[in-house]
């Protein structure tokens, strides 16, 4: 057992004096021959070479996800700014289907009185015997695009639409 430990205690100095001796060896061999000194100099060149490409590749990649960080920024901001438009727009559009939706109904009970008062008129001309020229009206619910009225102009102003 003793000696097991001894052998390898001794091999390891033995390994460990090898290696030192060749590397000191291969550092001397090369030191004094010339054709080592310029590999060896065009090896740490193109070391330091390559660590200032490492550099710089990895400073356009954190540009890059920089630059990458500020459009998304920027389009969740576009987005937000949209939906909010879209909001307001169609609620916009709400009031006015219900604004619509009365001016419906009001024109089809104004429709409606017309005709009421257009009968009393045709009574009235029957009875009476007077010559009364009684205007057609037109069914708004067969020709919506036909206004009723369609002498007074309807009003609108540049900034309705806008947001």
């Known amino acids: 057992m003793r000696r097991i430990r001894i052998l390898h205690s ?7 004096w090898f290696y030192m001796a060749s590397a000191q060896g291969s550092a001397t061999s090369s030191d004094s021959d010339p054709r080592y000194v310029n590999i060896d100099e065009r090896k740490r060149k193109r070391m330091l070479s390559n660590r200032e490409s490492a550099r ?3 400073m356009r990649k954190q540009k890059q996800l920089e630059d990458l960080v500020e459009e998304v920024s920027a389009l969740q901001k576009g987005n937000k700014q949209i939906s909010e438009k879209i909001g307001v727009t169609t609620q916009r559009y709400v ?13 089809m009970e104004l429709t409606e009185r017309l005709r009421s008062l257009n009968s009393v008129l045709h009574i009235v001309e029957e009875v009476g015997g007077y010559d009364i020229d009684i205007p057609e009206i037109p069914d708004p619910l067969l020709k919506p695009w036909q206004l009723p009225c369609p002498i007074q102009p309807v009003m609108a102003s540049v900034d309705m639409f806008e947001c």
């Not at 001794?10 to 460990?16: A, D, I, M």
């Open 10 to 16: 001794f091999s390891v100095v033995f390994l460990y």
């Open 56 to 58: 710089r590749s990895r």
């Open 95 to 107: 009031e006015m289907q219900s604004s619509n939706n009365v001016l419906r109904a009001q024109a």
